[in-house]
């Protein structure tokens, strides 16, 4: 079965795992029937900063505005399968904890908790304080995964897009493709 996946954007720093994926699911668009992006204003600009670039715009995927509510997902019959949240603000995991569906991202994650889909957030804050902690209990309870935004080393990565590609196999794993990537044998 060929997923249907939401990709959604927000503000917190680390563009680079948003880069990372889109180009990945690029890569493996045989496995996918359809990938939706919707990005925070806050989203576009920390790109642009953080990587030096405005390539956010180029993928070969549908682009959603953040208000529009008529975006396919903003709806449970359209069977989009997966939410990924890279990287969730702690701000758009708190109002996905509250049920408060103010933008498209926040009614496309609620839409994929009430439907009991997968939604993956890779948090990217620290520390966490109470508030963060409390949230992500409430989104794992709801059926939810946070993926926090923390790269593994004994794949012993040597830049700093390899290091983050680490988080990215790992959300690829949890979306469920199939994708090749270093794996832990032991030592």
């Given at each position: 079965?060929?997923?249907?996946?939401?990709?959604?954007?927000?503000?917190?720093?680390?563009?680079?795992?948003?880069?990372?994926?889109?180009?990945?699911?690029?890569?493996?668009?045989?496995?996918?029937?359809?990938?939706?992006?919707?990005?925070?204003?806050?989203?576009?600009?920390?790109?642009?900063?953080?990587?030096?670039?405005?390539?956010?715009?180029?993928?070969?995927?549908?682009?959603?505005?953040?208000?529009?509510?008529?975006?396919?997902?903003?709806s449970?019959?359209?069977?989009?399968?997966?939410?990924?949240?890279?990287?969730?603000?702690?701000?758009?995991?708190?109002?996905?904890?509250?049920?408060?569906?103010?933008?498209?991202?926040?009614?496309?994650?609620?839409?994929?908790?009430?439907?009991?889909?997968?939604?993956?957030?890779?948090?990217?804050?620290t520390?966490?304080?109470?508030?963060?902690?409390?949230?992500?209990?409430?989104?794992t309870?709801?059926?939810?995964?946070?993926?926090?935004?923390?790269?593994?080393?004994?794949?012993?990565?040597?830049?700093?897009?390899?290091?983050?590609?680490?988080?990215?196999?790992?959300?690829?794993?949890?979306?469920?493709?199939?994708?090749?990537?270093?794996?832990?044998?032991?030592?």
């Amino acid at each position: 079965m060929k997923r249907k996946i939401v990709v959604a954007v927000t503000g917190a720093s680390g563009s680079i795992y948003a880069k990372l994926l889109l180009d990945k699911l690029q890569q493996l668009q045989s496995q996918i029937a359809e990938v939706g992006i919707v990005m925070s204003d806050n989203a576009k600009q920390v790109w642009e900063f953080e990587l030096d670039d405005a390539t956010h715009g180029n993928y070969p995927f549908k682009y959603y505005a953040k208000k529009d509510f008529m975006a396919p997902f903003a709806s449970g019959s359209a069977k989009f399968d997966t939410m990924v949240v890279v990287p969730c603000s702690m701000g758009t995991m708190g109002r996905i904890a509250s049920g408060v569906s103010d933008d498209l991202i926040t009614r496309a994650a609620d839409v994929i908790l009430k439907e009991r889909r997968k939604l993956i957030l890779v948090a990217r804050d620290t520390p966490l304080n109470l508030i963060h902690i409390r949230n992500m209990a409430t989104v794992t309870e709801a059926g939810g995964i946070i993926c926090p935004a923390i790269p593994s080393y004994y794949s012993k990565p040597q830049t700093i897009e390899e290091l983050a590609m680490t988080v990215v196999n790992r959300v690829i794993d949890l979306i469920g493709l199939e994708n090749d990537s270093y794996r832990w044998e032991g030592i």
